[in-house]
């Protein structure tokens, strides 16, 4: 089953204690920068559209405005609401839509998994970058808005 829908929050785990586990081994000095950093990218969206219009794919994350990203893979240069410069990608891959978001620092990729099962969206979160000991990951789980 391919994502496609209007996903509300189910339940999700602390993002906030993720990332500073994931940078605790870091330089006491540069540590409060890199969570900083991690908790302002890193939101809890109460709410997730993802839509296919043709050969683009839209994901709308709660209020924000809708990313528009071509659905072949193909880069594309997208400006975040803070002015961030950022290269974006999305592809199936299977039934699973992956989305990259590449940073000057590093890089976040969304995995969009529907559990056929319990048909709850598993929102896979890695971010990565050269400044962090290792990456960071999360999941949050999402249900269809009208289940």
């Known amino acids: 089953m391919t994502p496609v829908g209007t996903w509300t929050l189910a339940s999700a ?12 081994p870091m330089n006491f000095l540069v540590r409060p920068f890199a969570r900083s950093r991690l908790r302002k990218t890193n939101l809890l969206y109460p709410r997730i559209l993802v839509a296919r219009n043709g050969a683009e794919f839209i994901i709308q994350y709660a209020e924000r405005q809708p990313i528009h990203i071509p659905a072949d893979g193909s880069p594309v240069f997208w400006n975040r609401e803070d002015g ?21 620092d590093g890089e976040r990729t969304n995995l969009f998994h529907v559990d056929p099962g319990s048909r709850i969206l598993k929102f896979q979160v890695t971010v990565r970058s050269g400044r962090l000991p290792g990456p960071l990951t999360y999941t949050i789980d999402y249900r269809l808005a009208d289940q």
């Open 84 to 104: 961030e410069k950022l290269i974006l990608t999305a592809h199936l891959v299977g039934d699973d839509l992956e989305q990259t978001f590449k940073a000057e």
């Open 13 to 24: 785990p602390d993002i906030p204690a993720a990332i500073d586990a994931a940078t605790a």
